[in-house]
């Protein structure tokens, strides 16, 4: 079955600085690869996905990348601020399979 | 906006009770999961349900079962509780389109003593 790794997993940066968080996947069929965040004491959320035949996307401060050879993806955070402390997760699917995810990256944003 | 509501946030059992985490949605979605998520371990798949009365086994079945007898409920069931069970178990519910975001509820924080 799917295989999601995920690094770092744990990320301290300098508040305006960037951050990226880094997938990757075993199952060349995953063709879906959410990135939910969950902030301490809630529940997680999509903050952004992106489909196999995207390469890349982007969401004001929030990219994602894709590239499907090496089977990894990347979450690129730009300017970060402190609300962007959080646990951030990875996942990948294939369509209509269930959703594997990371093991989780607690980012810190530091003043 | 997707509403999917877990019927207790805390809940302290004993070793070797039944216990059942209850869990509804209210968007009519066609799947259901449950993960438990543990420090260092993210969130691992325990069981998934495409359809009324139908399961599917996750990546960490064991000592789990679940039901789904309504579309708008999936509940998870410990037969006989143990300590490696004491964790923290999300629930989330998901549209069944092609590639459907998942949303997850408040979370349930199970002890077993």
Known sequence: GENVEQ??????????????????????????FPWYKQELG???????????????????RIAVTL???????????TETQPE??????????????????????RLHILP | DVKVTQSSRYLVKRTGEKVFLECVQDMDHENMFWYRQDPGLGLRLIYFSYDVKMKEKGDIPEGYSVSREK????????????????????????????????????GTRLTVT
């Open chain 2, 71 to 106: 579309k708008e409920r999936f509940s998870l069931i410990l037969e006989s509780a143990s300590t490696n069970q004491t964790s923290m178990y999300l629930c989330a519910s998901e549209r069944g389109t092609t590639n459907s975001p998942l949303h997850f509820g408040n």
């Open chain 1, 67 to 77: 590239n499907k050879t090496a089977k990894h993806f990347s979450l690129h955070i």
């Open chain 1, 42 to 60: 809630k529940r997680p959320q999509l903050i952004i996905d992106i489909r196999s035949n995207v390469g890349e996307k982007k969401d004001q």
């Open chain 1, 7 to 32: 690094h770092p997993s744990t990320l301290s940066v300098q508040e305006g600085d960037s951050a990226v968080i880094k997938c990757t996947y075993s199952d060349s069929a995953s063709n879906y």
């Open chain 1, 84 to 105: 962007d402390s959080a646990v951030y997760f990875c996942a990948a699917s294939i369509w209509g399979d269930k959703i594997i995810f990371g093991k989780g990256t």
